[in-house]
């Protein structure tokens, strides 16, 4: 995916897992419940307080681009993925 970033080629890629946004990504879009809540630069919307305030819960290990199991229990309850860590 970093390749065909750094070759100019637009991705768009839709996940749960802070990790897998590459530096090359610019640009990131929050949803909450299939709604639109943020949309701008990756630096401005991937904070521990704007995503603790999305989730609903406190964010730890971010500059890991881990989101900790409780926190990820209740952001899968949020998205409507009862009993699955990652949907």
């Known amino acids: 995916m970093r390749e065909l970033a750094q070759r100019g080629i637009g ?16 640009r990131v879009v929050l949803l909450s ?23 609903g819960a406190p964010v730890e290990n971010l500059a890991a681009g881990w989101l900790l199991p409780p926190l990820l229990k209740r952001f899968a309850h949020n998205l409507r993925c009862v009993d699955r860590l990652a949907c």
């Open 11 to 26: 991705i768009l890629l839709v996940t749960h897992h802070l990790a897998d946004v590459i530096p090359e990504i610019e």
């Open 33 to 55: 419940q299939g709604r639109i809540v943020a949309d701008g630069p990756k630096d401005e919307l991937l904070t521990a307080e704007r995503l603790a305030a999305l989730f």
